[in-house]
């Protein structure tokens, strides 16, 4: 059974840095393309980034230079270090998992962006 744990949210000022954990097991993880998207309320679940079991990355526009996503094949972790946030960056994180065909979701962690 594939899990995927996400950690890191929380309440942050504006212009504060933030470090997400995603955390998985059952997963083929070093095999498994991984992603980070986002649904703010009343708005579509968007992706974030996107980094392939070849570690080559992507981005959204919306965090492009100001993100890093990062794996850690060795502790089946993903990263994504978000800095100079903005209160448009407030949403609910989730991390998934690409293996083959598959894909799995974590239950995701929320981020705010208030002063």
């Known amino acids: 059974q594939v899990q995927l744990v996400e950690s890191g949210g929380g309440l942050v000022q504006p212009g504060g840095s933030l470090r997400l954990s995603c955390v998985s097991s059952g997963l083929k993880f070093a095999y498994s393309h991984m992603a980070w998207y986002r649904q703010a309320p009343g708005k579509q679940r968007e992706l974030v980034a996107h980094i392939t079991e070849g570690n080559r990355k992507t981005y959204s526009d919306s965090v492009k230079g100001r993100s890093i996503i990062i794996r850690d094949n060795t502790k089946n972790t993903v990263y994504l270090q978000m800095n100079s946030l903005k209160s448009e960056d407030t949403a609910v994180y989730y991390c998934?998992?690409?293996?083959?065909?598959?894909?799995?979701w974590g239950r995701g962690t929320q981020v705010t962006v208030a002063s």
């Open positions: 998934k998992a690409e293996y083959s065909t598959d894909a799995y």
